[in-house]
C-alpha cells in the first residue's frame, strides 16, 4: 500500500544537479507558513500579504535598478514572461504584432505567442550562444512589439548584449523586456549590463523562487512605467478593489511572504555571497571536468555545461544525479544554493568511476 501523503516527505536536494528549485532560506519558510491562508490576489482584503508584496517589488526594482517599480510577484518566471508578451500586445499599435526573441528563449515566450496570438520570431544565437545583434535586427520590422533579452540563459547561463538589443528595439519603436528569471539574483554582483539602469529596458523577469531562495510559487514582473501594468489591467466586480494585472486570480500568499522575507534577509549581501560562492565553484568545475577531456561550454555565471559521452551521461542519471541535457545534449549543471563542493566532488568521483565501467 502506498503511505499516506502525510508519511511522505519531499525528495532532499543531495543529487540534484539541474534544476533551478533550491533550498528555501529558512525566513522564507516561515513566513510562507505565516502567510499559507492569505490572497495576494484580492489586497484590499488581504491587506497585509499585500503590503509585503509591495515592499518585495520594491526590493526587486533595487536589484534590477529602478527606483520606482511597478510589478507584482508573479507565479513564476512563465507568468512574468507571458504577461510582458500580453502587455506589449496590448500597447502595440500594430494589428499584426510579432515578438523576436533569440533561439535561447525560454520555451515560456512559446506559450505566450501561443495564447496571446502573436507571431513568435526566433533567431540564431552567435557561436557563444548569445543573441545575435545583427540577427535580431533583421528580424524586427514596423509590427515588432517587443524585443525579448535574455540575462542569464536557462541552458548556457549566457547574457545577452542588453544595450544593443534595447538601442535595436527603441529604434524600432517596440519595447525591450529583459527575462532574467535565474539570472537576475546573480546580476547585480556580476559586472554585466542587464537592468533598468543599464539600458532602455521596458520589463524585465526576476525569480525569487530560483537563486532568490523564496517558496515555491515565487516570480516577478517588473515594468519601468505603470503603463505596462495598466495594459494588463481588467475589472474585478466582486472584489474589494477595482482592478487586477496578474494573469492568475487567488494567488500564492505563501509565495509573496517568502518572496519579501528572502529579499529582506539577503539583499544584497546575502545574495552577493551567494554569487562569489557559486561563480568560484562553478569556475573550479570546469576546470575539472575540462582537464578530463570532456568539452565545456566555458561558464559566464554559475551554469556550467558540458558534452558527456552518452553512455556515462546515462550511467551517473542511472545512480540518480538529477541531471538534465541542453536541446543538443550537453549535461547542465547549475550551481545553485544547495550545490556545494562536497556535492561536486561526488559527482566527480561518481564520473570517473562510471566512465571505467561504460568504458569512455
Ligand atoms: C526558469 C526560467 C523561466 C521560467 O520560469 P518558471 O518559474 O519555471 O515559470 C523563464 N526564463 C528563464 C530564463 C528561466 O531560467
Redesign the pocket.
Known amino acids: 500500500m502506498q503511505p499516506s501523503v502525510g508519511e511522505r516527505r519531499s525528495q532532499s536536494f543531495d543529487r540534484v544537479l539541474s534544476s533551478?528549485c533550491t533550498e528555501p532560506h529558512p525566513a522564507a519558510r516561515a513566513a510562507a507558513e505565516a502567510f499559507l491562508a492569505s490572497n495576494p490576489g484580492d489586497p484590499a482584503t488581504y491587506d497585509a500579504v499585500a503590503e509585503l508584496e509591495a515592499e518585495a517589488v520594491d526590493l526587486l526594482g533595487e536589484l534590477a535598478g529602478l527606483a520606482e517599480p511597478h510589478g507584482y510577484v508573479t507565479s513564476?518566471?512563465?507568468?512574468a514572461?507571458v504577461q510582458a508578451v500580453h502587455a506589449a500586445r496590448n500597447l502595440a499599435e500594430s494589428d499584426d504584432p510579432n515578438v523576436v526573441a533569440p533561439e535561447s528563449a525560454?520555451f515560456?515566450f512559446t506559450k505566450a505567442a501561443e495564447l496571446l496570438g502573436v507571431e513568435l520570431r526566433t533567431v540564431p544565437t552567435d557561436g557563444d550562444h548569445r543573441a545575435d545583434v545583427d540577427a535580431v535586427a533583421a528580424a524586427v520590422d514596423a509590427d515588432t512589439a517587443l524585443v525579448v533579452g535574455?540575462a542569464?540563459?536557462?541552458e548556457y547561463g549566457r547574457v545577452d548584449p542588453i544595450p544593443a538589443l534595447a538601442d535595436l528595439a527603441s529604434d524600432a519603436g517596440s519595447r525591450l523586456h529583459v527575462?532574467a528569471?535565474?539570472?537576475g539574483f546573480h546580476l547585480p554582483f556580476s559586472g554585466h549590463d542587464w537592468g533598468f539602469d543599464d539600458a532602455a529596458v521596458d520589463s524585465l523577469?526576476v525569480?525569487p523562487?530560483?537563486v532568490g531562495r523564496a517558496v515555491v510559487p515565487a516570480?516577478g514582473l517588473l515594468a519601468r512605467d505603470a503603463r505596462t501594468l495598466d495594459a494588463l489591467a481588467v475589472e474585478t466586480p466582486y472584489l474589494e478593489t477595482p482592478t487586477q494585472a496578474s494573469l492568475t486570480g487567488t494567488r500564492s500568499g505563501a509565495g509573496v511572504a517568502a518572496a519579501a522575507a528572502a529579499l529582506e534577509e539577503l539583499w544584497p549581501d546575502g545574495y552577493r555571497a551567494e554569487y562569489e560562492r557559486a561563480i568560484d565553484l562553478t569556475e573550479w568545475l570546469a576546470v575539472e571536468l575540462g582537464g578530463r577531456g570532456y568539452p565545456v561550454v566555458g561558464p559566464e555565471l554559475p551554469l556550467v555545461a558540458v558534452d558527456l559521452p552518452d553512455a556515462l551521461f546515462e550511467a551517473v542519471r542511472g545512480e540518480g544525479w538529477k541531471l538534465a541535457g541542453t536541446g543538443t545534449g550537453e549535461a547542465r549543471i547549475v550551481v545553485m544554493p544547495h550545490v556545494d563542493r562536497g556535492t561536486l566532488e561526488s559527482f566527480l568521483d561518481a564520473l570517473d568511476r562510471l566512465a571505467g565501467t561504460v568504458g569512455v
Open positions: 533551478m513564476g518566471g512563465t507568468e514572461n525560454h515560456s535574455v542569464g540563459s536557462t527575462d528569471a535565474w539570472g523577469t525569480d523562487h530560483k516570480g
